[in-house]
């Protein structure tokens, strides 16, 4: 009596198995020597249906930091009117960035390898742009302008600069919370990166 074959649907995988697959060959063999085709095979699946997931490899890293932006529009869509508009900016990046200790490990290999490897930073900009439209588009709206208008711009190009900066620093000192850095530099930039003992009369908030 021959045996029948059952057939089952393929074994699924997700975006977050990919990405953590992904971080660990790049980290343990390069960036330019992990193929798709690896990254797939570990995951149990074809390179043809990576490609489903994500356009190339370099994108694997980048989908959490476009749920970032996401949330961002969210919270900013919820700020009330009496809340300065510097204030919220601040307040919604810095809690967009709060991370479980455990987490932490995992975010500083993310950012240390799109910050090191040439064709993950190349692939950057389109990210950033969204982020700094986030904030760009809720200035704009707090200001009564068009969202390319020049103020609405100076706001999502400044902020993202400042949180670029405080993650550069958090990387290289890792002497507090990411968000302790976040909160100094977009308070700083707040008040126009004037040292409080130059004008004691403006919040430290």
């Not at 790049?26 to 798709?36: I, L, M, R, W, Y």
């Not at 000192?173 to 409080?196: C, M, Q, S, W």
């Amino acid at each position: 009596m021959s045996e029948t074959k059952v057939r089952g649907r393929p074994r699924g995988t997700t975006k977050r198995e990919l990405e953590l697959i992904a971080m660990r060959l790049f980290t343990e063999q390069g960036f330019d020597e992990t193929t798709v085709d690896q990254i797939a095979t570990a995951a149990g699946i074809s390179g043809r249906t990576f490609f489903r997931y994500f356009p190339s490899k370099a994108e694997v890293l980048w989908y959490q930091f476009d749920d970032e932006v996401a949330a961002l529009r969210a919270a900013f869509a919820t700020v009330p009117d009496e809340v300065p508009m510097m204030t919220a900016v601040r307040r919604i990046v810095v809690n967009a960035n709060r991370y479980r200790a455990e987490d932490v490990p995992e975010l500083r290999v993310r950012m240390q390898l799109v910050g090191s490897i040439p064709a993950l930073a190349a692939t950057a900009g389109a990210h950033y742009d969204a982020w700094e439209r986030a904030v760009s588009t809720f200035a704009a709206r707090r200001l009564g302008e068009p969202e390319d208008g020049l103020l609405p711009l100076a706001v999502g190009r400044t902020t993202l600069a400042a949180a670029r900066a405080a993650f550069d620093a958090w990387l290289t000192r890792a002497d507090a919370d990411l968000t302790v850095y976040l909160d100094a530099a977009l308070a700083a930039l707040a008040r126009g990166f004037i040292p409080h003992d130059e004008n004691p009369d403006l919040p430290s908030s």
